[in-house]
């Protein structure tokens, strides 16, 4: 076991973001008593919050493999797995961390959004519904129920689900672009473009450019010839979605 003082140490500089420090003191803890699961955990944990993903995989599953019974090891690999974007693994890893604790819902949910993200949607919808059994009212789930619907192709379900993930979280952006792509999918165009036009008012960075290019594919799919025209301009046509002077048909 690590020392009381070492570890108190330790967790003090990771809880001021200190991780360099962290990284120095967990040296000297292994190297005086190697071993340690707690100090790889440590330095995984610093190591992740650094961006050194490879290197916080290595420690995770070094803590993994001294004490496998820990839970909070497992979640940690998971997280490490899903920043590697190795959400496959991920899933994996949140699915058998939700059989050890039945009634845990988060975890599920964990596995759903995974299960999404290494384009397995079935399996994800199927997480999905688990967790709502647990708790009808889990945002993350619903979202992740709508999510995968749609992309399964089940239009009238992923609207059922987005509205019931909107309801729970008025206004929330996540639930708000889940429910245009399920219209969308739907054929209810004009609404869709609607909520992506304000969306697009209010997101911002990367966010804001996923759904413009939504609001471009479905433009093409539905606008005049006319309308067609501002495609061949990206400037033009955000400032008259941003606008809400477009229309689908």
Not at 48 to 71: M, T
Not at 119 to 148: C, H, K, N, T, Y
Not at 179 to 201: H, I, S, V, Y
């Given at each position: 076991?690590?020392?009381?003082?070492?570890?108190?140490?330790?967790?003090?500089?990771?809880?001021?973001?200190?991780?360099?420090?962290?990284?120095?003191?967990?040296?000297?803890?292994?190297?005086?008593?190697?071993?340690?699961?707690?100090?790889?955990?440590?330095?995984?944990?610093?190591?992740?919050?650094?961006?050194?993903?490879?290197?916080?995989?290595?420690?995770?599953?070094?803590?993994?493999?001294?004490?496998?019974?820990?839970?909070?090891?497992?979640?940690?690999?998971?997280?490490?797995?899903?920043?590697?974007?190795?959400?496959?693994?991920?899933?994996?890893?949140?699915?058998?961390?939700?059989?050890?604790?039945?009634?845990?819902?988060?975890?599920?949910?964990?596995?759903a959004h995974?299960?999404?993200?290494?384009?397995?949607?079935?399996?994800?919808?199927?997480?999905?519904?688990?967790?709502?059994?647990?708790?009808?009212?889990?945002?993350?789930?619903?979202?992740?129920?709508?999510?995968?619907?749609?992309?399964?192709?089940?239009?009238?379900?992923?609207?059922?689900?987005?509205?019931?993930?909107?309801?729970?979280r008025?206004?929330?952006?996540?639930a708000?672009?889940?429910?245009?792509?399920?219209?969308?999918?739907?054929e209810?165009?004009?609404?869709?473009?609607?909520?992506?036009?304000?969306?697009?008012?209010?997101?911002?960075?990367?966010?804001?450019?996923r759904?413009?290019?939504?609001?471009?594919?479905?433009?093409?799919?539905?606008?005049?010839?006319?309308?067609?025209?501002?495609?061949?301009?990206?400037?033009?046509?955000e400032?008259?979605?941003?606008?809400?002077?477009?229309?689908?048909?």
């Amino acid at each position: 076991m690590t020392s009381l003082s070492a570890f108190a140490s330790v967790q003090a500089a990771f809880e001021r973001g200190d991780h360099q420090q962290v990284l120095r003191l967990t040296e000297e803890m292994l190297a005086a008593r190697p071993g340690d699961d707690a100090a790889h955990e440590l330095r995984a944990r610093s190591l992740l919050a650094l961006g050194r993903i490879d290197e916080a995989e290595r420690e995770v599953a070094d803590a993994v493999r001294l004490d496998p019974q820990e839970l909070r090891y497992r979640e940690l690999l998971a997280e490490v797995l899903h920043a590697r974007g190795a959400h496959r693994d991920a899933a994996n890893e949140y699915g058998d961390l939700a059989r050890t604790a039945p009634g845990q819902a988060d975890w599920t949910v964990a596995e759903a959004h995974e299960r999404l993200g290494a384009a397995q949607p079935e399996m994800g919808v199927d997480a999905a519904r688990r967790a709502i059994r647990l708790d009808p009212r889990d945002f993350s789930a619903q979202l992740a129920l709508a999510q995968g619907l749609a992309r399964t192709g089940d239009a009238s379900g992923a609207v059922e689900a987005a509205t019931r993930a909107a309801a729970l979280r008025p206004g929330e952006p996540r639930a708000r672009e889940a429910l245009a792509d399920a219209r969308w999918l739907a054929e209810d165009a004009p609404a869709a473009l609607g909520e992506f036009a304000a969306l697009a008012g209010e997101l911002q960075g990367r966010d804001r450019d996923r759904v413009v290019r939504k609001a471009r594919a479905l433009y093409r799919q539905r606008a005049g010839w006319a309308g067609r025209m501002l495609l061949v301009q990206p400037s033009l046509f955000e400032f008259a979605l941003r606008r809400g002077w477009l229309r689908a048909r």
